[in-house]
């Protein structure tokens, strides 16, 4: 995940004197952001007065005043605020008198898509960052003559907003909120912390989060990846070395523990280290002082530590590979980071900032992901978690021949993964009583999902008696949702044998 990462959920205000169309709107965006409703220019501003809107989508025809007049008061009060105007007609006049007079961003046609939609308001949430970003930028350069620790007290207090644990993207029901509220009561303590996981679950940024949101967040964070390097260079970097000290210390250089002293080291996979090195460290943490190679001279550093590995270390210390006595002088506090197949619930949340991000990164525009890949996306195991999600997104992205993600554009080795992933349960599937034609297990990809697809329709209708409201909650569809499902798989609307 890009780990500068935005407010989990931006507040949006939504302005139209038309209760029904109020409701759609807010339906449309709930999911992704938080959304404000007004309908009189009156109501909105007291909206904007309380909260902090990052944008404003207003209607054109109010009773009180037109859309144009609303925002062009916005934009003299509030003028951070990302201003968007939606119509029924496009009259030019209008058109550049609104642009002109109230800055606005985006001029949004009725009848308008959703997907469109989320993505115009996604971007006008992201150019509120930016604005804001360039805001504390030409802020930092009127500072006349402004000392390093001045810089450095500006950067600090960005980090701490950007690593707050609530940034991190995770569902209501994620199995990810336990591990926050943990990381949370732990940064509070000055103890060792050791993450476990496998690759690509964010150790570092939760790393980063025990960090900033600890005592020591205006101290220094320095972060090691221990497997990429050799004993000696480790030694080197981790605790420094003199001038001359082996071929090539042409300057002494100060080490990653004393650099962060006072702050937070991170040594990732700290499993990885060899047993010879394992001693050196387990000196270190035992009495709190470095010896720079080459020098007589020990200095004190006062850090936490704070490691993280893939590997089983109970295992490891077992077989001789890792040393029981450095096992417990790291993990004061054990904090396991779940991977992305047990917590399926984040998996959309995840990809549609993952794709916000590229869209923004690779300046390509996209509106988003049909519905079959994203279930697609849930499905598949992803051994690689978020980073692997994140090279496949973006090579989808590359790869697209349209402004939309479908399932045709997976890489094969997901679809073979996909093909395994499901096996169980459409092997279970195929044989439930369900009535109906779907037969999951033979045809493509695309077929299969599609037959699994329409069975679990049918299995929570019957289950539900054909009840659209609580199946459509069952399966976490809205009403319209559950609709367009049934007449693309062309499924009775009713209980078959009722009116």
Not at 40 to 47: H, I, L, Q, V
Not at 78 to 92: C, F, H, K, N, Q
Request: overall charge negative; glycine content about 6%.
């Amino acid at each position: 995940m890009a780990d500068a990462c935005p407010t989990l959920r931006p507040t949006v205000l939504l302005v139209d004197d038309e209760v029904l169309s109020l409701d759609t709107l807010n339906r449309t965006l709930d999911e992704e952001f938080d959304c404000r409703t007004a309908t009189s220019a009156a109501e909105a501003e007291r909206c904007l007065e309380q909260d902090d809107i990052r944008a404003v989508i207003s209607d054109q025809r109010m009773p009180e005043m037109s859309g144009v007049e609303f925002l062009a008061r916005v934009r003299e009060r509030w003028p951070e605020v990302v201003r968007m105007i939606l119509s029924g007609y496009t009259d030019a006049d209008d058109l550049i008198d609104g642009i002109n007079r109230a800055g606005i961003y985006q001029f949004i046609s009725k009848p308008w898509h959703p997907d469109q939609l989320l993505l115009t308001v996604r971007n006008a949430c992201r150019l509120h960052q930016l604005q804001r970003e360039n805001a504390f930028l030409a802020l930092e350069m009127k500072v006349m003559t402004p000392t390093l620790e001045q810089r450095m007290e500006h950067r600090r207090a960005q980090l701490k907003r950007n690593f707050r644990l609530d940034n991190i993207i995770r569902g209501p029901q994620s199995p990810l909120n336990r591990v926050c509220e943990q990381v949370a009561q732990v940064a509070l303590y000055d103890v060792p912390v050791l993450l476990t996981g496998e690759s690509g679950t964010g150790k570092e940024l939760f790393a980063r989060g025990l960090h900033y949101n600890s005592p020591r967040a205006d101290k220094p964070f320095v972060a090691e990846n221990c497997a990429a390097l050799a004993d000696d260079i480790l030694e080197s970097e981790l605790f420094g070395h003199e001038r001359g000290a082996f071929t090539g210390a042409i300057n002494a250089r100060i080490g990653l523990f004393e650099q962060a002293d006072g702050g937070t080291i991170f040594l990732d996979e700290i499993g990885e280290v060899s047993t010879a090195f394992q001693v050196k460290l387990l000196r270190v943490l035992q009495e709190g002082e470095v010896r720079p190679v080459g020098s007589n001279r020990r200095r004190r550093v006062d850090v936490r530590v704070v490691a993280a590995t893939n590997r089983e270390l109970a295992q490891d210390i077992r077989v001789g590979r890792f040393r029981e006595d450095l096992f417990y002088r790291l993990a004061g506090v054990c904090l396991h980071l779940p991977p992305l197949r047990e917590r399926r619930v984040d998996i959309p949340l995840i990809a549609r900032a993952l794709l916000s991000e590229l869209v923004h990164t690779l300046d390509k525009p996209c509106r988003g992901f049909s519905d079959d890949l994203l279930e697609c996306l849930k499905a598949y195991d992803w051994p690689g978690n978020v980073r692997e999600m994140r090279n496949e997104i973006q090579r989808m992205l590359i790869m697209a021949p349209t402004d939309q993600l479908g399932t045709e554009l997976l890489d094969p080795r997901v679809r073979r993964g996909l093909a395994l992933d499901k096996s169980d349960v459409l092997g279970a599937t195929r044989d439930s009583p369900i009535s109906g034609n779907a037969r999951p297990g033979t045809g493509g990809l695309k077929e299969q999902v599609e037959a699994l697809e329409e069975q679990l329709l049918r299995e929570a209708l019957t289950r539900h008696g054909w009840n659209k409201s609580r199946a459509a909650d069952a399966l976490g569809l809205s009403r319209m949702g559950l609709r367009n499902k049934l007449e693309r798989y062309g499924l009775p609307a009713n209980l078959p044998g009722n009116p």
